[in-house]
């Protein structure tokens, strides 16, 4: 029997459930481990090893292996043909140790891989979708992924249904199925059951996994989950969600590829080069000339290459997800930690975000006359005090429609406190209620006087700002509609004042100049109104036709006050040069007295766009606009997505934030979608790229500082590591180039530095310090610079002080080996100085590195990784030069002490001269305040 065509009892009768109670725990439990968990299969992962072999695809990995086949050119040469052991030894530890960092590398690439994914999918899990489901008659929010057949479950607006449900009450809902049917307008739902074998789309009594609820709840028993759900039916396999690279990860592809091309350029040119010379000195090309020339062009091959870069990349941005969630800002996917570093405006709702969504009412008018409601929060106690004590009309009528029209209530825990339950608004009414002695459980159950049914829900949304019920008292019906003044107004035809109804002409400014007084007093305001009605339309009316002819009964006045820490986010967010746009369904007025307090804007006078001024304007308006304006007010979710669209018209990258279900497109337009984690609807969390777990604007501020953070880092890492790369080339390169005749005891052809010393100095004494550069402080001045160019490349600014740096570097190696071989020096001496020169200078570097500006900018002391690191690569470096097994295989040899006091030192002039020449430079330009930390890096030239 298909759900569809059976009664509601039937079955709960044949699914052994219960509505009241649901199923128990236990009884769950055995279903799960029955029916298996409520999820899509997964298709076959990739296995482990199939991965490990595609990441020696890299083409930095394939240069490494051309040096691998040179090694075993020039080993084979020197056994079989040239007859010398010892020096085919070494080209053999050459690709031995090539072939290592090789794997090293390779098993590195694949344990982060491993390691962000599950990263990645812990984070995942917390973002994941969630029930409403009733076990034990306990309701409670389990994971979507345990519901089994038999459980009942509930859903609101804004929630995904997640497994095939048959309904057994709703109330005007709605949901969207076009995930099955291709229909993109929604479906009302009703509970009878259907004759016949209706389509997916015609089953209006059930509710499919995968839908959404566009509109009113529901409440329906699990039918079936998982692959025997409709979706499953249809649903291939899915695929693992490939990551995608991020736009740094591009960069770093795209350099790897012309890296590799240079890279055999260079080493071409240089074995060319090398037998050119040894023919011009000897008139022959012996094979001792060509295995020299072999050394250098693997030296070459290797220098050439940033071979820690991309595990070091992906280290850091997975280690950056994870910092953003313990700050309460959970990511979907790493490209999301480099476009909130470059947030350049960040749209926000009010309610909730900005402000606390503790509702209270504070004043209401009503039948003509204004009160204030003394007391705080949700406790029901606090007098009614009339502004005129001559002037009472009496407000019953207003309050008993304000609490009936409701779906909140309050409740006391354990320790006699009320507690909130519902929506905000309703509940501060529920509130002002209990003041007057007004109870809405007492009014509908208890009171034996009274005889008022509920026998319709039109729940609130924000594109009607309204809400109404439908109300049989005594035999009588009427509708009772709340919601925002201006709209209701427009479907009001009399008020009521002084017990006495007044067409709406002769009272509209009276009452619009109450809600005015309300609104300047920052108070969010709601109106209430009655309808009388007959039976027929009580019954069978649609909302648009009983939400008409109102009579007006009062205004409610409710405060909810700004989070007291926005103020100085938003102060912070506008140093950093990120402009901070409120966007709420509130009214005009109220907004910009809640935005001025915020510090969002200063003018009083500010101008606000409203959501019906947006939908007059054309979008090349709104384009022109946008800059300028600050507090949007009166609008509905799909007025969001244009003001996304006309900002990022402007070149801005926009950060919005939304909640409920119509919010969704708006998010996904925006670069980055924010939904909140708590009062965010299920779709709203689908769609966002960050969720606030605690729905505070102050997170919105600390996941940009850290995108920030996160982004100078990994660029202060890459450049520090390509400094060291072309230190390395051009340091061999002056050698082929300029040595072109033995000095002392070392041959012309002797390579400035071996290929297991630049092998040394990328993975150890570079990887480690640049590893710690990735978990860096921010620089001080971080969040007084303006958002980067998200168009410009993570390099772009920092070529040239890498060229500098690296040529001055590279030339003081090779000034060193020279020197050590003028000196009379043995080959293996003068290339250790020439090592231990790189290997310093590139330690002082680092300190350099880690600063935009220079590094009399920075503490050197704060980051105690970089300095361990530094110790480490520092003590490893010189215990090779000392012990016999690397002098063996990486060709090192013992200095003497002055040398060794000269090598640590000496390499740091550069550093020093070069940062001093720069801050000299800044203090000498006229007008420019290259003191100032808050001076922007534009003003800054990165370049030496
Ligand atoms: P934001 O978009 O910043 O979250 P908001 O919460 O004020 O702002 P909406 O929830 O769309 O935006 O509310 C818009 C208006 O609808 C409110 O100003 C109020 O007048 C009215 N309103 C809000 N909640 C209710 C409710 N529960 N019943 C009736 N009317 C309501």
Same mark, same amino acid.
């Given at each position: #029997?298909?759900?569809?065509?059976?009664?509601?009892?039937?079955?709960?009768?044949?699914?052994?459930?219960?509505?009241?109670?649901?199923?128990?725990?236990?009884?769950?439990?055995?279903?799960?481990?029955?029916?298996?968990?409520?999820?899509?299969?997964?298709?076959?992962?990739?296995?482990?090893?199939?991965?490990?072999?595609?990441?020696?695809?890299?083409?930095?990995?394939?240069?490494?292996?051309?040096?691998?086949?040179?090694?075993?050119?020039?080993?084979?040469?020197?056994?079989?043909?040239?007859?010398?052991?010892?020096?085919?030894?070494?080209? *053999?530890?050459?690709?031995?140790?090539?072939?290592?960092?090789?794997?090293?590398?390779?098993?590195?690439?694949?344990?982060?891989?491993?390691?962000?994914?599950?990263?990645?999918?812990?984070?995942?899990?917390?973002?994941?979708?969630?029930?409403?489901?009733?076990?034990?008659?306990?309701?409670?929010?389990?994971?979507?992924?345990?519901?089994?057949?038999?459980?009942? *479950?509930?859903?609101?607006?804004?929630?995904?249904?997640?497994?095939?449900?048959?309904?057994?009450?709703?109330?005007?809902?709605?949901?969207?199925?076009?995930?099955?049917?291709?229909?993109?307008?929604?479906?009302?739902?009703?509970?009878?059951?259907?004759?016949?074998?209706?389509?997916?789309?015609?089953?209006?009594?059930? &509710?499919?996994?995968?839908?959404?609820?566009?509109?009113?709840?529901?409440?329906?028993?699990?039918?079936?989950?998982?692959?025997?759900?409709?979706?499953?039916?249809?649903?291939?396999?899915?695929?693992?969600?490939?990551?995608?690279?991020?736009?740094?990860?591009?960069?770093?592809?795209?350099?790897?590829?012309?890296?590799?091309?240079?890279?055999?350029?260079?080493?071409?040119? %240089?074995?060319?080069?090398?037998?050119?010379?040894?023919?011009?000195?000897?008139?022959?090309?012996?094979?001792?000339?060509?295995?020299?020339?072999?050394?250098?062009?693997?030296?070459?091959?290797?220098?050439?290459?940033?071979?820690?870069?991309?595990?070091?990349?992906?280290?850091?941005?997975?280690?950056?997800?994870?910092?953003?969630?313990?700050?309460?800002?959970?990511?979907?996917?790493?490209?999301?930690?480099?476009?909130?570093?470059?947030?350049?405006?960040?749209?926000?709702?009010?309610?909730?975000?900005?402000?606390?969504?503790?509702?209270? *009412?504070?004043?209401?008018?009503?039948?003509?006359?204004?009160?204030?409601?003394?007391?705080?929060?949700?406790?029901?106690?606090?007098?009614?005090?009339?502004?005129?004590?001559?002037?009472?009309?009496?407000?019953?009528?207003?309050?008993?429609?304000?609490?009936?029209?409701?779906?909140?209530?309050?409740?006391?825990?354990?320790?006699?406190?009320?507690?909130?339950?519902?929506?905000?608004?309703?509940?501060?009414?529920? =509130?002002?209620?209990?003041?007057?002695?007004?109870?809405?459980?007492?009014?509908?159950?208890?009171?034996?006087?009274?005889?008022?049914?509920?026998?319709?829900?039109?729940?609130?949304?924000?594109?009607?700002?309204?809400?109404?019920?439908?109300?049989?008292?005594?035999?009588?019906?009427? =509708?009772?509609?709340?919601?925002?003044?201006?709209?209701?107004?427009?479907?009001?035809?009399?008020?009521?004042?002084?017990?006495?109804?007044?067409?709406?002409?002769?009272?509209?400014?009276?009452?619009?100049?109450?809600?005015?007084?309300?609104?300047?007093?920052?108070?969010?305001?709601?109106?209430?109104?009655?309808?009388?009605?007959?039976?027929?339309?009580?019954?069978?009316?649609?909302?648009?036709?009983?939400?008409?002819?109102?009579?007006?009964?009062?205004?409610?006045?409710?405060?909810?006050?700004?989070?007291?820490?926005?103020?100085?986010?938003?102060?912070?967010?506008?140093?950093?040069?990120?402009?901070?746009? #409120?966007?709420?369904?509130?009214?005009?007025?109220?907004?910009?007295?809640?935005?001025?307090?915020?510090?969002?804007?200063?003018?009083?006078?500010?101008?606000?766009?409203?959501?019906?001024?947006?939908?007059?304007?054309?979008?090349?308006?709104?384009?022109?606009?946008?800059?300028?304006?600050?507090?949007?007010?009166?609008?509905?979710?799909?007025?969001?997505?244009?003001?996304?669209?006309?900002?990022?018209?402007?070149?801005?990258?926009?950060?919005?934030?939304?909640?409920?279900?119509?919010?969704?497109?708006?998010?996904?337009?925006?670069?980055?979608?924010?939904?909140?984690?708590?009062?965010?609807?299920?779709?709203?969390?689908?769609?966002?790229?960050?969720?606030?777990?605690?729905?505070?604007?102050? %997170?919105?501020?600390?996941?940009?500082?850290?995108?920030? $953070?996160?982004?100078?880092?990994?660029?202060?890492?890459?450049?520090?590591?390509?400094?060291?790369?072309?230190?390395? =080339?051009?340091?061999?390169?002056? &050698?082929?180039?300029?040595?072109?005749?033995?000095?002392?005891?070392?041959?012309?052809?002797?390579?400035?530095?071996?290929?297991?010393?630049?092998?040394?100095?990328?993975?150890?004494?570079?990887?480690?310090?640049?590893?710690?550069?990735?978990?860096?402080?921010?620089?001080?001045?971080?969040?007084?610079?303006?958002?980067?160019? *998200?168009?410009?490349?993570?390099?772009?600014?920092?070529?040239?002080?890498?060229?500098?740096?690296?040529?001055?570097?590279? &030339?003081?190696?090779?000034?060193?080996?020279?020197?050590?071989?003028?000196?009379?020096?043995?080959?293996?001496?003068?290339? $250790?100085?020439?090592?231990?020169?790189?290997?310093?200078?590139?330690?002082?570097?680092?300190?350099?590195?880690?600063?935009?500006?220079?590094?009399?900018?920075?503490?050197?002391?704060?980051?105690?990784?970089?300095? #361990?690191?530094?110790?480490?690569?520092?003590?490893?470096?010189?215990?090779?030069?000392?012990?016999?097994?690397?002098?063996?295989?990486? &060709?090192?040899?013992?200095?003497?002490?002055?040398?060794?006091?000269?090598?640590?030192?000496?390499?740091?002039?550069?550093?020093?001269?070069?940062?001093?020449?720069?801050?000299?430079?800044?203090?000498?330009?006229?007008?420019?305040?290259?003191?100032?930390?808050?001076?922007?890096?534009?003003?800054?030239?990165?370049?030496?």
């Amino acid at each position: #029997m298909n759900p569809h065509n059976e009664h509601k009892a039937d079955v709960l009768n044949r699914l052994h459930t219960n509505r009241s109670t649901g199923l128990s725990q236990q009884e769950a439990a055995a279903r799960l481990s029955e029916y298996g968990e409520n999820a899509l299969a997964q298709a076959k992962q990739t296995p482990a090893w199939k991965q490990f072999l595609l990441s020696l695809k890299e083409p930095l990995v394939i240069i490494l292996f051309i040096a691998v086949g040179l090694a075993w050119a020039s080993a084979g040469y020197d056994f079989f043909v040239r007859d010398d052991p010892a020096h085919g030894m070494a080209a *053999v530890y050459e690709s031995i140790a090539i072939l290592l960092l090789i794997f090293i590398n390779a098993g590195l690439s694949f344990w982060q891989a491993k390691s962000a994914q599950k990263s990645l999918d812990a984070l995942k899990v917390m973002a994941d979708h969630h029930a409403k489901v009733l076990r034990d008659s306990e309701w409670e929010t389990v994971p979507a992924s345990q519901l089994v057949p038999g459980d009942i *479950v509930s859903v609101k607006t804004g929630d995904f249904i997640e497994a095939d449900v048959r309904w057994l009450h709703v109330a005007e809902l709605q949901t969207n199925e076009a995930h099955l049917t291709g229909e993109a307008e929604p479906v009302q739902k009703q509970t009878h059951a259907l004759d016949g074998d209706a389509q997916v789309g015609d089953r209006t009594n059930m &509710g499919f996994s995968g839908a959404t609820v566009t509109h009113g709840n529901g409440l329906g028993v699990v039918v079936a989950t998982g692959m025997q759900s409709e979706l499953g039916k249809i649903a291939t396999l899915l695929n693992q969600v490939e990551t995608k690279k991020t736009p740094i990860e591009r960069t770093i592809a795209a350099l790897s590829k012309k890296l590799m091309i240079v890279a055999i350029i260079i080493v071409a040119f %240089t074995l060319i080069l090398e037998m050119v010379k040894a023919v011009q000195q000897t008139g022959t090309l012996s094979f001792e000339v060509l295995a020299e020339s072999l050394s250098t062009a693997i030296a070459l091959a290797v220098a050439a290459i940033p071979d820690a870069l991309p595990a070091v990349l992906s280290i850091v941005l997975t280690i950056g997800a994870t910092m953003l969630a313990k700050n309460n800002g959970l990511i979907k996917s790493l490209n999301s930690v480099e476009t909130l570093g470059a947030t350049s405006y960040i749209a926000s709702d009010k309610t909730g975000t900005l402000t606390r969504n503790q509702m209270t *009412v504070t004043r209401f008018y009503a039948n003509g006359a204004s009160y204030v409601v003394e007391g705080d929060g949700y406790e029901p106690v606090g007098e009614i005090l009339p502004d005129d004590e001559d002037d009472t009309p009496g407000f019953t009528r207003f309050m008993l429609a304000s609490v009936l029209n409701n779906d909140a209530a309050i409740q006391a825990d354990e320790d006699g406190r009320s507690q909130p339950y519902g929506n905000p608004t309703d509940v501060a009414l529920i =509130v002002m209620g209990h003041k007057s002695g007004v109870d809405r459980d007492t009014v509908l159950n208890k009171d034996q006087a009274l005889d008022i049914d509920i026998i319709r829900e039109l729940p609130f949304d924000s594109e009607r700002k309204m809400m109404s019920v439908v109300i049989k008292d005594a035999g009588r019906y009427q =509708v009772l509609t709340k919601g925002a003044p201006d709209v209701l107004l427009a479907k009001t035809d009399l008020i009521e004042d002084h017990g006495k109804m007044i067409p709406i002409a002769e009272g509209r400014a009276a009452v619009e100049h109450q809600v005015n007084r309300f609104a300047e007093q920052a108070l969010r305001t709601l109106a209430v109104a009655v309808r009388d009605i007959d039976e027929a339309l009580a019954l069978h009316g649609t909302t648009a036709q009983l939400e008409q002819h109102l009579t007006l009964l009062g205004i409610a006045g409710i405060i909810d006050p700004p989070r007291p820490e926005v103020r100085q986010s938003v102060k912070e967010l506008h140093q950093a040069g990120i402009n901070v746009v #409120m966007i709420t369904g509130d009214h005009a007025v109220t907004a910009r007295a809640i935005a001025l307090k915020l510090g969002i804007v200063t003018d009083p006078n500010a101008r606000v766009i409203e959501g019906k001024q947006l939908a007059a304007m054309d979008d090349d308006t709104l384009f022109r606009l946008a800059p300028d304006i600050r507090v949007y007010a009166r609008v509905s979710p799909e007025h969001k997505q244009r003001i996304v669209h006309a900002l990022q018209r402007q070149g801005e990258t926009v950060a919005m934030t939304g909640d409920g279900i119509n919010d969704a497109p708006a998010l996904r337009a925006a670069d980055i979608g924010i939904a909140m984690g708590i009062n965010g609807t299920e779709v709203t969390k689908d769609a966002a790229d960050l969720i606030l777990l605690d729905d505070q604007f102050t %997170t919105i501020e600390n996941s940009v500082r850290a995108g920030r $953070t996160i982004f100078a880092n990994i660029k202060n890492f890459m450049r520090h590591e390509l400094t060291t790369n072309v230190a390395e =080339v051009l340091a061999l390169l002056f &050698g082929v180039l300029l040595m072109t005749q033995p000095i002392g005891q070392v041959a012309a052809t002797t390579p400035t530095l071996t290929a297991l010393m630049v092998l040394w100095v990328n993975m150890v004494s570079d990887a480690l310090p640049s590893f710690a550069l990735g978990y860096d402080v921010p620089e001080a001045d971080l969040m007084h610079r303006p958002p980067r160019n *998200v168009k410009q490349s993570i390099l772009s600014g920092v070529l040239t002080r890498i060229f500098v740096r690296g040529t001055v570097m590279g &030339g003081l190696v090779y000034v060193a080996f020279v020197w050590g071989a003028a000196s009379g020096m043995s080959a293996g001496q003068a290339q $250790t100085l020439a090592f231990l020169t790189l290997v310093f200078g590139q330690l002082w570097h680092v300190f350099d590195a880690r600063s935009t500006r220079t590094l009399f900018r920075r503490n050197p002391f704060n980051n105690p990784r970089l300095l #361990m690191a530094v110790g480490f690569a520092a003590s490893a470096s010189l215990l090779v030069t000392l012990m016999p097994f690397f002098n063996e295989v990486m &060709g090192t040899a013992p200095l003497s002490t002055p040398l060794y006091a000269a090598v640590i030192f000496l390499p740091a002039i550069p550093t020093f001269i070069l940062s001093g020449l720069k801050e000299l430079y800044w203090a000498l330009r006229p007008g420019k305040g290259g003191k100032s930390q808050s001076a922007s890096p534009n003003e800054i030239p990165e370049a030496d």
